[in-house]
């Protein structure tokens, strides 16, 4: 290990952690909050029009960029999950106030704000950044080398010597920590966007490799999507979904590129510009229902995207306690009392499950393993909580060679120890 630190960046999704290794070790980086220090960064902007700012635009970062869009949110624009357009070539830019938003610009600004709060400790002096990424990047059809070069472009000049290292393996290297025995282990890292899986071989503590990988496979679905299926039941239904439009004398089903949109947290606050309000203004006058495209105008122009992340985040949450949940918005003249059980919503993420499956499927068939060669499995990142992700791990591995931990902040956790070893490019992707 060098006595250099070497930073470790998990640039996630939901959430964003940032730690620091030496020779003692690997330490999380703390986020000064309004109410608290924390190492979790939410993965998040809001830009709001202030003439005394330089081009007429404030922003904020986190869990202040949440603070600001809660004090005014009309005249706000939220931005959260950008992480997932980044291998997207349908995604040029963000209108924001006008203004035109590259992924790299979007992302060197959370990343300057980001340091701005860590008290100096992600002002340089890292002769090394292992930034994590994904298996595979979330999207219909991800451009993995168009992504590359938007982290390149965003994270250049954060430090001397950038490694992109797979997400899972740096958890790998967190959880190496927490054992003493050899072991094959299978990492599964649930995030907002992406389900990534690493089958890595740990040795013993004192081994010159203590971390060898063996194969990896990732699917673009995670989190996010199941909070995608919770909208499309709940939500869609009362915005016309499933709905009509008059053109001229025929009658045609509403495109289902709206509510795709609207359901992707990455996309439903950029639907609040000029051009797509005039477009939802022009289909709301052909409507067979024009009320339902009023509501989810309402919601758009009411900047409501945070609010019912929170409520869809929250019924969520509530169902991986309990058996049954209430599901409860308000806003934009849209008003949803629901009560939810855990089955109705398993059923709803029941096709992603399979997918996800069959990502691990992969995992082990690169590996040329079966399940019972596998030690253990350390599942990570914070859908990995959802009871139906995890039982899927129980039935096909057992209970007892299941390892949880460290959800939001493994990953950084290990991609900073990854940096710290004599070479860095034996795990970069």
Same mark, same amino acid.
């Given at each position: 290990?060098?006595?250099?630190?070497?930073?470790?960046?998990?640039?996630?999704?939901?959430?964003?952690?940032?730690?620091?290794?030496?020779?003692?070790?690997?330490?999380?980086?703390?986020?000064?909050?309004?109410?608290?220090?924390?190492?979790?960064?939410?993965?998040?902007?809001?830009?709001?029009?202030?003439?005394?700012?330089?081009?007429?635009?404030?922003?904020?970062?986190?869990?202040?960029?949440?603070?600001?869009?809660?004090?005014?949110?009309?005249?706000? @624009?939220?931005?959260?999950?950008?992480?997932?357009?980044?291998?997207?070539?349908?995604?040029?830019?963000?209108?924001?106030?006008?203004?035109?938003?590259?992924?790299?610009?979007?992302?060197?600004?959370?990343?300057? %704000?980001?340091?701005? +709060?860590?008290?100096?400790?992600?002002?340089?002096?890292?002769?090394?950044?292992?930034?994590?990424?994904?298996?595979?990047?979330?999207?219909?059809?991800?451009?993995?080398?168009?992504?590359?070069?938007?982290?390149?472009?965003?994270?250049?000049?954060?430090?001397?010597?950038?490694?992109?290292?797979?997400?899972?393996?740096?958890?790998?290297?967190?959880?190496?920590?927490?054992?003493?025995?050899?072991?094959?282990?299978?990492?599964?890292?649930?995030?907002?966007?992406?389900?990534?899986?690493?089958?890595?071989?740990?040795?013993?503590?004192?081994?010159?490799?203590?971390?060898?990988?063996?194969?990896?496979?990732?699917?673009?679905?995670?989190?996010?999507?199941?909070?995608?299926?919770?909208?499309?039941?709940?939500?869609?239904?009362?915005?016309?979904?499933?709905?009509?439009?008059?053109?001229?004398?025929?009658?045609?089903?509403?495109?289902?590129?709206?509510?795709?949109?609207?359901?992707?947290?990455?996309?439903?606050?950029?639907?609040?510009? @000029?051009?797509?309000?005039?477009?939802?203004?022009? %289909?709301?006058?052909?409507?067979?229902?024009?009320?339902?495209?009023?509501?989810?105008?309402?919601?758009?122009?009411?900047?409501?995207?945070?609010?019912?992340?929170?409520?869809?985040?929250?019924?969520?949450?509530?169902?991986?306690?309990?058996?049954?949940?209430?599901?409860?918005?308000?806003?934009?003249?849209?008003?949803?009392?629901?009560?939810?059980?855990?089955?109705?919503?398993?059923?709803?993420?029941?096709?992603?499950?399979?997918?996800?499956?069959?990502?691990?499927?992969?995992?082990?068939?690169?590996?040329?393993?079966?399940?019972?060669?596998?030690?253990?499995?350390?599942?990570?990142?914070?859908?990995?909580?959802?009871?139906?992700?995890?039982?899927?791990?129980?039935? +096909?591995?057992?209970?007892?060679?299941?390892?949880?931990?460290?959800? %939001?902040?493994?990953?950084?956790?290990?991609?900073?120890?990854?940096?710290?070893?004599?070479?860095?490019?034996?795990?970069?992707?």
């Amino acid at each position: 290990m060098t006595a250099l630190p070497a930073l470790g960046f998990d640039f996630g999704t939901t959430n964003s952690v940032a730690a620091l290794a030496g020779d003692t070790g690997s330490t999380l980086v703390e986020l000064a909050g309004p109410a608290r220090a924390d190492p979790v960064f939410r993965s998040a902007l809001c830009f709001w029009q202030d003439e005394a700012e330089r081009g007429g635009l404030g922003v904020a970062a986190g869990p202040w960029a949440i603070a600001e869009y809660l004090e005014f949110p009309e005249g706000s @624009r939220f931005l959260q999950s950008f992480k997932s357009v980044a291998a997207s070539a349908s995604f040029e830019h963000a209108i924001v106030f006008e203004r035109r938003l590259r992924f790299e610009e979007l992302g060197r600004t959370f990343l300057a %704000l980001m340091a701005a +709060r860590a008290g100096g400790a992600l002002d340089g002096g890292a002769r090394r950044v292992v930034v994590g990424r994904p298996v595979e990047y979330a999207g219909s059809r991800p451009d993995e080398a168009l992504a590359r070069q938007r982290y390149d472009a965003m994270f250049a000049g954060f430090g001397a010597e950038i490694h992109y290292v797979y997400e899972p393996l740096g958890a790998a290297f967190s959880y190496a920590t927490r054992i003493e025995e050899p072991a094959t282990v299978l990492v599964a890292d649930f995030g907002g966007g992406t389900s990534d899986f690493s089958v890595v071989r740990i040795e013993a503590p004192g081994a010159a490799r203590r971390c060898t990988p063996l194969a990896h496979a990732g699917v673009g679905i995670a989190g996010d999507r199941f909070d995608q299926r919770i909208v499309e039941h709940l939500i869609l239904p009362l915005l016309g979904k499933g709905g009509s439009y008059r053109s001229f004398d025929k009658v045609l089903d509403i495109p289902a590129g709206w509510f795709a949109d609207f359901s992707d947290w990455s996309r439903l606050a950029l639907m609040r510009n @000029r051009r797509t309000l005039a477009e939802l203004e022009k %289909l709301r006058r052909a409507a067979l229902d024009p009320e339902a495209i009023g509501r989810m105008i309402a919601v758009i122009e009411g900047e409501l995207g945070y609010q019912l992340y929170h409520a869809v985040g929250a019924l969520k949450r509530a169902l991986s306690a309990e058996d049954a949940a209430h599901f409860h918005f308000d806003g934009g003249d849209l008003a949803i009392e629901a009560d939810v059980t855990r089955c109705e919503f398993e059923a709803w993420i029941a096709p992603d499950m399979v997918r996800i499956e069959a990502a691990v499927d992969r995992a082990l068939a690169l590996a040329g393993m079966e399940a019972r060669a596998i030690d253990r499995v350390f599942l990570t990142g914070g859908t990995s909580l959802t009871p139906r992700v995890r039982r899927l791990f129980e039935e +096909r591995f057992g209970a007892l060679r299941i390892a949880t931990g460290g959800e %939001l902040t493994s990953i950084a956790h290990g991609l900073a120890l990854i940096g710290c070893q004599e070479d860095v490019s034996a795990w970069s992707a």
